[in-house]
């Protein structure tokens, strides 16, 4: 089992609809969680940063995490094209902080 | 900002040659992360330094595998022999070191691998 899972997609929606993404985690002891979206041929780009539990939002981005159940979300509201990329979610391990990735997600935002 | 910069972009091999990659981190980023990242899935870690010292490596990092990073600035990663499953995209990314987690680390467009 990976330590950090997510469903690859592709998850299509139309333009202005929600984008709910989720992640699940196997690790109790890790605390923080990120977001990167990742366009085609580009590398990562931290979206989002959340530590412990609870909400965090930020523009058209939420965060959720709910350590209770291992579980990570985020919302996308207002869904453009330009949003059309893949998701990763990672939490750091360790002295280090070497992240530990999710597969990614997929998302196609159709106008 | 000029960000993390990696070159070359796109590198085509045969199998059984050397390559090397550079990065190039932002500036006051005093730790250097490189990750693999193959199709379809997720970066996976591969090595940290911070400063010039290399403080860990992946199991996923055979001894074809090398790192440095001279003077604690840029880091080079080399490939010896290269193999078929080494085609991959070569991620570089650096953060500024800190005693907790929340130091987020920024990634550059990375490096193709490609194998023929």
Redesign the interface.
């Known amino acids: 089992q990976k330590e950090v899972e997510q469903d690859p997609g592709p998850l299509s929606v139309p333009e202005g609809a929600i984008v709910s993404l989720n992640c699940t985690y196997s690790n109790s002891a890790f605390q923080y969680f990120m977001w990167y979206r990742q366009y085609s041929r580009k590398g990562p780009e931290l979206l989002m940063y959340t530590y412990s539990s609870g909400n965090k939002e930020d523009g058209r981005f939420t965060a959720q995490v709910d350590k209770s159940s291992k579980y990570i979300s985020l919302f996308i509201r207002d869904s453009q094209p330009s949003d059309s990329a893949t998701y990763l979610c990672a939490t750091p391990k360790a002295a280090g902080n070497k992240l530990t990735f999710g597969g990614g997600t997929r998302v196609l935002v159709k106008p | 900002d000029t960000g ?1 910069s990696q070159d070359p972009r796109h590198k085509i091999t045969k199998r059984g040659q050397n390559v090397t990659f550079r990065c190039d981190p932002i500036s006051e980023h005093n ?1 250097l ?1 490189w ?1 693999r990242q193959t199709l ?6 591969l090595t ?1 330094f ?1 400063n010039e010292a290399q ?2 490596k992946s199991r996923l990092l055979s001894d074809r595998f090398s790192a440095e990073r001279p003077k604690g600035s840029f880091s080079t990663l080399e490939i010896q022999r290269t193999e078929q499953g080494d085609s991959a995209m070569y ?1 570089c ?1 650096s ?1 500024l070191a ?1 005693g907790n ?10 490096t ?1 691998l490609s194998i023929l």
Not at chain 2, 40 to 45: D, S, T
Request: hydrophobic share 25%.
């Open positions: 993390v730790r992360y990750y379809g899935q997720g970066p996976e870690f940290y911070q403080l860990e991620l990314a953060s800190g987690f929340n130091q987020p680390q920024h990634f550059g467009d990375g193709r």
